[in-house]
């Protein structure tokens, strides 16, 4: 059979294909598997007519075709497990006319002698590489999915949802929420669902690091750069973050001469080390998160309008926990199951007289106070069900402040049954209550408490200590 230059039959370039060694699949936009070959089927155990119209994800383990079919940005050399062994594999965004329409993906290897000649070859180098990134993970590893986000109340979902779609994007991020919402959880999960993900998550807390460090702590510091510098110098945060995701936690406390520098690396896409006279190219998403109101602190002064738009391209609020109806119980059992692995536990759970109360509860702390309850509850537990008596005492008389409130409705206004105070002693008594009740809510985190009594530090420490709290 003679054939023409250029008119190569169809089933011959499918046979070419597979004697090349090339696995390859093709989804849609849906990330639905519309064309897959035998060589790859076979090595997957199945067959192309099982495989035909499935998700990518029921066929093939640990796919992301189904991410690279939405986002259109390519992978390339990406290790993937396969039936025990890592695969290499690239995938395409596959654009046709201009528009995306699904992906492509290929996993390179001939036949399982040769990928085990390969893996004999490689397994010292990658035993080595799994090493330091095992010691690496503990600093720079995004722990939380969505999955890990707990609740049906249609205030959280509508979040958790507009989390989810802008996942692949890669415009920078503002999460507003209360302490405790769980802001750094949803600064994960968005990671972790990104194009990003296989690369580092830097989270750092801005309120935490000292003013005159926290330049070199974000962008490193070349030799000599000052007194007590390293030899060789030493890489900054978003050097750490590069291709992945760095969050910027509690953003509204950066200095205003640090947002500057930030606000530079936004705009040029490069940092600048202490010392250092030369650039430094990064790729890095930035997600930002604050409690605090940016658009007063930018009206204030306090806060730059520039960096302040520059971070809220994507904009999510998570709501406090007193505004998540029916979600209190559903995130109480979730934690106790983390307090059980925590405490080697088993079948802990809740009376529905706690159950009452912990909806009753305003929860100023968010879940990170509930958390607190909890395991303070569970320290004290001698059974396996957690009772009202062992609540912290604030939740205990909460009860009892109802029923006086009440109870002092009823009674004269000229009668009163208890000795009248001067204004300054009760104000004092509110006041020490009031420090008390958010060193409880913060576990004893005195400038988390400071926060949500909205004080400075400085006036918050001497109230403590006129107050004799230690």
């Known amino acids: 059979m003679k054939l023409g230059t250029g008119k190569i039959p169809h089933h011959w370039i499918e046979e070419i294909i597979n004697l090349a060694g090339e696995r390859i699949v093709v989804v849609n936009r849906e990330g639905i598997i519309l064309y897959i070959n035998a060589a790859y089927c076979e090595f997957l155990g199945t067959t192309v007519e099982k495989s035909i119209g499935k998700h990518v994800q029921d066929v093939i383990e640990n796919s992301r075709m189904h991410i690279v079919a939405k986002t259109g940005q390519k992978e390339l050399a990406s290790i993937q497990p396969i039936n025990g062994s890592e695969m290499i594999a690239n995938r395409y965004p596959l654009i046709i006319d201009g528009e995306l329409v699904g992906a492509v993906g ?50 959280f979902l509508g979040v958790k949802k507009l989390a989810e779609r802008i996942s692949g994007s890669q415009s920078a991020v503002l999460i507003l929420g209360e302490s405790g919402t769980g802001k750094e959880l949803f600064a994960s999960a968005i990671h972790n669902n990104s194009t990003r993900a296989d690369y580092p998550f830097v989270p750092i807390n801005c309120a935490s690091i000292p003013e005159h460090l926290l ?3 974000l962008f490193g510091y070349d030799e000599g750069a000052f007194t007590g510098a390293k030899k060789g110098g030493k890489k900054g945060h978003f050097q750490l973050a590069n291709r992945g995701t760095i969050f910027l936690d509690e953003i509204g406390d950066m200095p205003l001469a640090m947002q500057s520098k930030l606000l530079r690396v936004l705009q040029e896409r490069e940092i600048l080390p202490v010392g250092g006279q030369k650039s430094i190219a990064v790729d890095v998403r930035i997600i930002a998160a604050t409690h605090r109101n940016l658009e007063k602190m930018v009206e204030e002064g306090t806060f730059r309008q520039d960096l302040y738009y520059r971070l809220n391209v994507i904009k999510i609020e998570i709501p406090p926990l007193r505004e998540r109806k029916g979600d209190v119980e559903l ?100 006041e020490k209550q009031a420090i008390l009740h958010a060193l409880s809510v913060t576990n004893g985190n005195k400038q988390e408490a400071a926060k949500l009594l909205e004080i400075g530090k400085t006036r918050f420490y001497e109230k403590c200590k006129i107050y004799d709290i230690h």
């Open 215 to 217: 330049e070199s702590e």
């Open 331 to 430: 995130i109480a059992n979730n934690l106790l199951e983390k307090l059980e692995r925590k405490f080697y536990r088993n079948g802990i759970k809740l009376s529905a007289e706690v159950i009452e109360r912990l909806n009753q509860h305003k929860w100023q702390g968010n879940i990170r106070e509930l958390e607190n309850v909890l395991e303070r509850s569970i320290n004290v537990l001698d059974g396996d069900t957690v009772e009202v008596t062992h609540l912290p005492l604030y939740l205990r008389d909460q009860e009892t402040v109802s029923i006086s409130k009440k109870t002092s409705e009823k009674k004269s206004e000229d009668a009163p049954d208890f000795p009248v105070q001067s204004l300054k002693e009760t104000l004092a008594k509110v």
């Open 106 to 155: 290929t996993v390179m290897f001939r036949n399982p002698e040769d990928w085990l000649l390969y893996k004999n070859k490689i397994q010292h180098l990658v035993e080595e590489v799994n090493y330091y990134k095992t010691k690496a993970e503990k600093h720079s590893k995004s722990k939380y999915y969505f999955s890990n986000l707990i609740g049906n109340s249609p205030a």
